[in-house]
């Protein structure tokens, strides 16, 4: 006689867009921007404004099996880096994707001129300079982290960002393998 093991994958659901959450709630979004300033854990919306693009996990891993850069945008412990050092105050690595860069805070609704230049600096020496170079975007489930700086490295002129918004918790849930990495430091020499 066969056991038959069931797994229920509890990826988020989303059902609603952009432009609904807003308008429902605008108190949540920077009047200008557009991006989200607060309770940034909080079911995501089911599109992105272009030219970013949303992707599945299988769109994800293609990406990546392809050579995009996989841009973790979680939050750090304590939100700050040392200014002595310019180092991020966390307990430790993050498990994220294989190739992952981890870099903190770059996803709130509002950027600390250094946090700014940490996201700007970063993404070209990433891509080398190259605005067309794919970039994957993501953090956890349901967090506007990952939404918000998909949009802003879109503003910036990345041509190819593609936003992952399943994010680790996806990427786990569906048997793939995740690494411990951490956060790229910030350089306080400038």
């Known amino acids: 006689m066969a056991l038959v093991i069931l797994v229920s994958v509890s990826l988020p659901v989303r059902a609603e867009t952009y432009a609904s959450v807003q308008q429902r709630r605008p108190d949540l979004f920077h009047p200008e921007t557009g991006f989200r300033i607060s309770r940034h854990r909080a079911p995501t919306p089911e599109d992105i404004p272009p030219p ?69 600096d970063n993404l070209e020496q990433l891509t080398g300079g190259d605005r067309s170079r794919v970039i994957l975007v993501f953090c956890n489930a349901d967090c506007w982290m990952s939404w918000n700086a998909a949009q802003r490295i879109a503003k910036l002129g990345y041509s190819n960002v593609l936003w992952f918004p399943e994010g680790v918790d996806g990427w786990k849930e569906t048997g793939r393998g995740l690494q411990p990495i951490l956060p790229v430091p910030v350089n306080v020499d400038k």
Do not use: F, H, N
């Open 52 to 120: 970013a693009t949303v992707v599945s996990v299988e769109k994800a891993a293609e990406a990546l099996s392809a050579g995009a850069i996989a841009v973790d945008v979680s939050g750090a412990l304590q939100s700050r880096y040392d200014e002595l050092e310019g180092t991020w105050l966390v307990r430790g690595p993050r498990d994220s994707l294989p190739g992952g860069v981890w870099l903190p805070e770059v996803g709130r609704g509002v950027l600390e001129p250094e946090i700014d230049s940490y996201l700007k």
